[in-house]
């Protein structure tokens, strides 16, 4: 058998750096178990990589194939120190097992830790006294989970090739959706957030390694050297692959092909990491470290394709893992919960007065209040709500869990109000943040309330909404809630109390189109109960000239209220106009 090649000086300088980095998170994955049982396995790690360089000569003889599966076994296993050692000894050593081994190793943790669960460990039970946020391992890792973007682009110039704008468009591709990626991470819970760069940076730089080798290197030569698995063939295999999997989706929702789909996408570690191992690699390959015309046209295309899939489902993804946090706290005890969420909230809104400006954001609270709504409607459903995490494993929760959502998201801002208690020069800035959030979560409560058949609780909820609106200056929000509590009350034939909410929105100042959306509705209950005046409020309402969508959208839009809790304009004048239409057929009969 041929020998082993020889590794080139940047393969053994990506290979090092890439083990220090397993190496360390092996080491932080073993303090997070009970030290009761953490040993064996670790202490096997450590064993296994004092003796496995003792054996390199015997492993050397052994074909490729054999040394390269021998490494990815070791490497899903979590064997993350035995390859660090490996990696220094065969690097100084000039051994070409560095790569032939050490990579599909790197490359099996990498996997292996695409689904291990945020390190809670660091919030035990130990007694802290007010941490400080970020700590040294959190500004490593978001310094990394930025680096490793522009990776790519760093070897493109390094590495002359072919097609040098098609290669650096490629790779800046690459940098922007892992950049977007890394940016949707920011709302998370600290340790999760912490993980999920962990995973990213780690598969990134296994596959880097790998492709950068002489395990890459023949792949990139056999590539270039079978002209039917050039040009178009693979964007072609990913282009329908990709559409397979937009129409199964939705295809087989709900139905037991469709569960055996997701548990099948979640056994090989999940679509978005699978998506992303599939269309960076070739590029990695044959656009970056080995660069070869053909194939870099195939390996773009793929590219392309790939990476506008895992753009889409960025946001699918985010929404899942703030659903993941909020079970972590709702899991968590009272101690740990507030040591989450004090860090949480000195990440995410002190740090706002540093020399980077973000937005307030209430991400995790939307989440909270998302779920719980949810929860409420599976309350006639036998099945109850599924949330499935991204490390592969999945929570039901029913409508028993509305309440302790609802609480968590009021527990969440009240750590935000605690901390930073609202003074006169943030009126308009995090004090008027906090009542706009405040009503969203009694909006939520009201629905909530409304779905499980209580209606004093949807009433109170609705009041405290309105009040909250009102100190705010979002009259115009104020006034939809008011409608909308009225519009329930007569649903549950409460004609009192829809009479008395109607009446409080009149009193309030508002724009003509709004003002004409609540003389409809208040024209329609009366309409409802038989009671004089509603032929009055109908013509009243005809006379108010401005009926249309924009003039509605761009009086809801002047309330100073974030987008994200905003109505819906086009929702509210589509359930106005069936109002006015159905006004308009029993007043001209």
């Keep these: 058998m041929a020998p082993l090649a020889q590794p080139s000086t940047l393969a053994e300088v990506l290979l090092v750096c890439a083990a220090?980095?397993?190496?360390?998170?092996?080491?932080?994955?073993?303090?997070r178990v009970p030290l009761t049982r953490s040993p064996l396995w670790y202490s096997a790690d450590v064993l296994l990589a004092i003796a496995l360089p003792l054996v390199a000569g015997p492993l050397g003889s052994l074909p490729v194939a054999v040394v390269a599966v021998v490494g990815l076994l070791l490497g899903v296993a979590g064997m993350a120190t035995t390859g660090l050692v490996c990696a220094l000894v065969f690097t100084f050593g000039s051994n070409p097992l560095a790569t032939w081994l050490v990579a599909p190793l790197l490359l099996g943790v990498a996997l292996r830790n695409l689904r291990l669960p945020p390190d809670l460990w660091v919030f035990g039970p130990e007694p802290r006294t007010d941490p400080i946020f970020p700590a040294a391992p959190d500004i490593f890792w978001g310094v990394a989970a930025r680096a490793v973007c522009v990776l790519p682009l760093l070897g493109v110039l390094l590495i002359p090739g072919p097609a040098p704008w098609l290669r650096v468009a490629g790779a800046a591709a690459v940098g922007l959706v892992l950049y977007s990626a890394d940016r949707g991470r920011r709302p998370l819970l600290m340790p999760h957030r912490r993980t999920a760069r962990m995973g990213t940076v780690g598969l990134l730089a296994a596959l880097a390694v790998v492709a950068a080798g002489p395990l890459g290197e023949w792949t990139a030569r056999w590539w270039?050297?079978?002209?039917?698995?050039?040009?178009?063939?693979?964007?072609r295999y990913m282009f329908y692959a990709c559409g397979a999997e937009l129409?199964?989706?939705?295809?087989?929702h709900g139905t037991r092909l469709g569960v055996v789909r997701i548990r099948v996408l979640q056994a090989v570690f999940g679509a978005l990491p699978l998506v992303t191992i599939v269309s960076v690699t070739p590029f990695l390959l044959v656009g970056v470290f080995h660069p070869s015309h053909e194939p870099l046209v195939a390996a773009t295309a793929g590219l392309g394709i790939g990476l506008l899939w895992v753009f889409a489902a960025h946001l699918p993804a985010r929404k899942n893992r703030l659903a993941a946090d909020v079970i972590t706290l709702l899991g968590a005890n009272p101690r740990v919960r507030g040591n989450l969420l004090q860090a949480w909230t000195t990440d995410t809104f002190q740090r706002q007065r540093g020399w980077i400006r973000r937005p307030w954001d209430y991400s995790l609270v939307h989440a909270c209040t998302e779920l719980a709504v949810r929860c409420s409607r599976a309350a006639r459903l036998t099945t109850g709500v599924e949330v499935q995490l991204p490390w592969a494993k999945h929570v039901r929760l029913t409508h028993h869990d509305t309440t302790r959502l609802l609480a968590l998201a009021e527990e969440v801002l009240d750590w935000i109000g605690t901390r930073f208690p609202p003074v006169d020069d943030q009126k308009t800035l995090l004090g008027h943040r906090q009542l706009t959030a405040r009503a969203h979560l009694a909006a939520k409560t009201a629905e909530v309330a409304q779905n499980l058949d209580d209606p004093q609780t949807a009433y109170t909820a609705t009041r405290q909404r309105v009040d909250l609106l009102l100190e705010a200056g979002a009259r115009t929000h104020a006034a939809l809630a008011l409608v909308e509590g009225a519009n329930y009350a007569v649903w549950l034939d409460d004609q009192d109390t829809a009479t008395e909410l109607l009446m409080a929105a009149g009193e309030l100042d508002l724009p003509p189109a709004v003002r004409r959306l609540l003389l409809i509705n208040w024209a329609h209950v009366d309409n409802e109960a038989g009671l004089p005046g509603a032929r009055e409020r109908w013509a009243a309402a005809l006379a108010l000239r401005e009926r249309s969508a924009t003039a509605l959208k761009a009086a809801i839009e002047a309330d100073p209220v974030p987008f994200e809790e905003q109505e819906r304009p086009s929702e509210v004048h589509k359930a106005v106009a069936q109002l006015e239409l159905h006004l308009e057929r029993t007043f001209t009969s």
Excluded: K, M, Q, Y
């Design 20 to 31: 220090v980095v397993f190496a360390e998170l092996r080491r932080r994955e073993s303090l």
């Design 224 to 235: 270039a050297e079978t002209p039917s698995f050039t040009a178009w063939e693979v964007s």
């Design 247 to 252: 129409i199964a989706g939705p295809a087989f």
